[in-house]
């Protein structure tokens, strides 16, 4: 079984932090996707890689920024916090077989 | 730009069929998917169905897929409480980048 697990379930940050969330996934996939869910947006993408060290934006990358140093993890950075990325953060990885496996969610709350 | 629809809502009656009905615009797209959202929970990958195929069948779970209309509906047998979550549509524009467009999701509430 593909597992993706992220480093918290919740996360209450004040404005102005740097937020680091992180995933891991176990099955040495190359692609990986970072995304956020807002009731009546639905998913979006903000920023994904297909390789280490290889990053591509998203369709909302501002004030995000992602790190991809060994294959099975991948970052997702908020340099200063602000209350507009209050969200629900998902990663995904991808297989061979296009399918996309996702993480539990991270849920940041930023006061 | 890609847009995925979906209507947000839906409400059976335990042991009915469900039906979710899904619209895509990017023709061009191999693959669709179903994912299943329970409250709190990551997205669960439940089917997905290549764009040379019409139908696909897993035990509960039925896919049909109108390439002409760009409709997709996911139709789920026998309804049960444990059905109860909020079902997204999926499709894959470009297979090199790999990300899905998703829709917003529809919210399946399955009354006993």
């Known amino acids: 079984d593909v597992k993706v697990t992220q480093s918290s379930r919740y996360l209450v940050k004040r404005t102005g932090e740097k937020v680091f969330l992180e995933c891991v996934q176990d099955m040495d996939h190359e692609n990986m996707f970072w995304y956020r869910q807002d009731p009546g947006l639905g998913l979006r993408l903000i920023y994904f890689s297909y390789d280490v060290k290889m990053k591509e934006k998203g369709d909302i990358p501002e004030g995000y920024s992602v790190s991809r140093e060994k294959k099975e993890r991948f970052s997702l950075i908020l340099e200063s916090a602000s209350t507009n990325q209050t969200s629900m953060y998902l990663c995904?990885?991808?297989?061979?077989?296009?399918?996309?496996?996702f993480g539990p969610g991270t849920r940041l709350l930023v006061l | 730009g890609e847009d995925v629809e979906q209507s947000l809502f839906l409400s059976v009656r335990e042991g009915d069929s469900s039906v979710i009905n899904c619209t895509y615009t990017?023709?061009?797209?191999?693959?669709l998917y179903w994912y299943k959202q329970e409250p709190g929970a990551g997205l669960q990958l439940l089917t997905y169905i290549f764009s040379n195929m019409d139908m696909k069948q897993d035990q509960r779970l039925t896919v049909l897929l109108n390439k002409k209309d760009k409709h997709l509906s996911l139709r789920i047998a026998d309804t049960q409480t444990g059905d109860s979550a909020i079902y997204f549509c999926a499709e894959t524009p470009s297979l090199w980048q790999g990300n899905l467009i998703f829709g917003k999701g529809t919210k399946l509430s399955v009354k006993p």
């Open positions: 995904a990885t991808r297989t061979e077989l296009q399918t996309q496996y």
């Open positions: 990017d023709s061009s797209s191999t693959y």
